[in-house]
């Protein structure tokens, strides 16, 4: 059912040229144990990805893309309702 690769959970190379998909590393990282992540401002956003960087065991490229996913999003957010700050 569900057949996670093992190898991007766990041991990933500090250097991996491939590149990484910012909605699949949010998914597959994140709601591991977020069911879903609220939009907070961009400046806090980064901080809150530089934490949780080390409980999800992120490679930088990883979480670089994360925290552009997630900025984006907060920007789009905002057209509707306000971001929390
Ligand atoms: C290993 C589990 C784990 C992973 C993976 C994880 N988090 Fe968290 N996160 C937590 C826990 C536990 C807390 C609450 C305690 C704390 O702040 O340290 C938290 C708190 C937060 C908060 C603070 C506000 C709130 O909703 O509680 C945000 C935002 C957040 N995480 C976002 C993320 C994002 C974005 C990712 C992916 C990069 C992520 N988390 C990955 C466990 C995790």
Do not use: W
Request: hydrophobic residues 35%; positive net charge.
């Amino acid at each position: 059912m569900l057949a996670l690769p093992l190898g991007m959970t766990l041991a990933q190379p500090r250097k991996a040229s491939k590149f990484i998909d910012p909605d699949d590393a949010y998914k597959n990282n994140c709601l591991r144990c977020h069911s879903s992540v609220q939009a907070y401002s961009p400046a806090k956003t980064e901080t809150i990805v530089m934490h949780m960087r080390v409980r999800a065991n992120l490679t930088d490229q990883e979480s670089r893309a994360i925290l552009e996913y997630l900025q984006d999003n907060a920007v789009s957010a905002r057209k509707g309702k306000p971001v929390k700050k």
